[in-house]
């Protein structure tokens, strides 16, 4: 990519043009056409190592956070499909999305509650049901309770570095500049503008956007004490048999086991997506490897092992969760996300500049789903000093955010 050095300022840039940026930067050309708008990007335009890579998110409208959360994600349906027919291609691919456990599990009753709440299209199915509409999903363990199934229609998958890749591809055609492999330093706002230190040179901006994921303290060190840092492994299971995993024939899906071992009652979760790659399944696990870690901790993570130990655990649970898988991953990979403290997300002006500087980020293993919104939340904020709609709970922490009733934490997809 060509760095267009040519000015030195610009009406808007965005800091980080990964899942949420991406989005921002292609916002600001819809809310302020004609503005000077500047990407900058660390990595390449499109990388590995931020917290969208890994082939497929999940997405849900019968969301069991309920509450603030439901008109924001019904309101990004509408844009992912609107990505989807702008950029004919499947960003969005909406297959459905399945919830089985045992109808008393405590996921399950939140869910149906927040359907009910909100008057959203769903199917119920009993385990025989189940059986017959997705026979891939395992038998429950004899003598455990019987599973029902929660069919969320508006769910589906998205292609996440598709997203992004569009995301720019919208903002580059409304004439935004994007800058990749340059790395911003530092971000100082002053009383005419924000000054913003890259590697490649200092650039000034009348309002900047800050989208730098999982790496926000970098530039807020502040925000080290309110997001941490977690490691998320996602494994890939074959099966013999592909058929019942293609996306005409499995929605997205989650699954919870309620065991009871000697050593009490264990609950197993996973989530996963029908097969994108034509032979192999998507099948996470819900347990973090690793645990909380700095950024550069994450990057020696990113290039280590999970440990042997814990991919075994991680098979035999996908056992469990499905039949006719092969009982090895045939692919794994690392990666990372912010969380706050009640898994809702930094999305505000930055205190002391005036509304000059906005922030994106702790989107806790969940902002794929509301990239768009999220992102359009952002360019208003920048654009028009505020942004309808947007929830108090995404204010600055200056204080540790106690989880809220109003907030329930958001799970991991
Ligand atoms: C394994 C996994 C599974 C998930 N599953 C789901 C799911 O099913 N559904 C869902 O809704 N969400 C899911 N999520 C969460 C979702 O993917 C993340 O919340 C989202 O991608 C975070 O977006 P972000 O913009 O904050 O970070 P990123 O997408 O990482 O973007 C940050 C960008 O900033 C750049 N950057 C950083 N520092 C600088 C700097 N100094 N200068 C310039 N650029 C910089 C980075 O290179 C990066 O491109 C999952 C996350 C993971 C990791």
Request: proline share 8%.
């Amino acid at each position: 990519m060509t760095h267009d050095h040519s000015g030195t300022h610009y009406d808007y840039v965005v800091i980080g043009c990964g899942t949420i940026g991406s989005m921002a930067l292609w916002q600001l050309t819809e809310q302020a056409p004609g503005a000077r708008i500047l990407g900058i990007e660390r990595f390449d335009r499109v990388h590995t190592k931020g917290s969208y890579s890994g082939e497929s998110r999940l997405f849900r409208v019968a969301l069991k956070e309920g509450g603030i959360y439901i008109p924001m994600v019904q309101q990004a349906r509408r844009m992912w499909l609107a990505m989807n027919e702008r950029s004919g291609r499947d960003i969005f691919l909406p297959v459905g999305a399945v919830s089985v456990g045992p109808a008393d599990f405590p996921t399950m009753v939140q869910t149906m509650a927040v359907i009910e709440e909100f008057g959203l299209d769903h199917e119920v199915l009993d385990a025989a049901e189940l059986a017959e509409r997705f026979p891939v999903f395992a038998a429950p363990a004899p003598g455990a309770a019987p599973d029902t199934a929660i069919l969320d229609p508006a769910g589906g998958g998205i292609r996440p570095e598709l997203a992004v890749a569009w995301a720019q591809q919208f903002a580059l055609s409304g004439g935004a500049t994007l800058w990749d492999n340059t790395r911003v330093l530092a971000v100082e706002p002053g009383p005419d503008h924000t000054l913003i230190r890259t590697e490649r040179g200092d650039v000034t901006a009348d309002k900047v956007i800050v989208a730098t994921g999982s790496w926000a303290a970098d530039i807020f060190p502040d925000l080290a004490a309110h997001i941490s840092v977690q490691s998320i492994p996602l494994t890939w299971y074959l099966p013999l048999d592909i058929t019942g995993f293609l996306p005409e024939n499995l929605p997205i899906f989650m699954r919870d086991i309620v065991r009871e071992t000697g050593g009490g009652t264990e609950i197993w979760h996973c989530y996963g997506a029908p097969t994108l790659d034509g032979y192999s399944v998507k099948i996470s696990h819900g347990d973090f490897v690793g645990g909380a870690t700095t950024p550069d901790g994450l990057e020696a993570l990113r290039t280590g092992e999970i440990p042997a130990d814990v991919v075994r655990v991680f098979s035999e649970r996908t056992a469990a969760f499905f039949d006719g898988m092969l009982d090895a991953p045939v692919r794994i990979s690392l990666h990372h996300d912010g969380f706050t403290a009640d898994h809702a997300p930094v999305l505000c002006h930055v205190p002391g500049t005036g509304g000059a500087v906005t922030v994106a980020t702790g989107m806790s293993g969940n902002g794929m789903k509301f990239a768009p919104v999220y992102g359009r939340a952002a360019a208003q904020l920048a654009v028009d000093g505020a942004a309808p709609g947007l929830p108090d709970a995404f204010g600055y922490p200056t204080a540790v955010r106690e989880p809220s009733p109003a907030v329930i934490p958001a799970t991991l997809h």
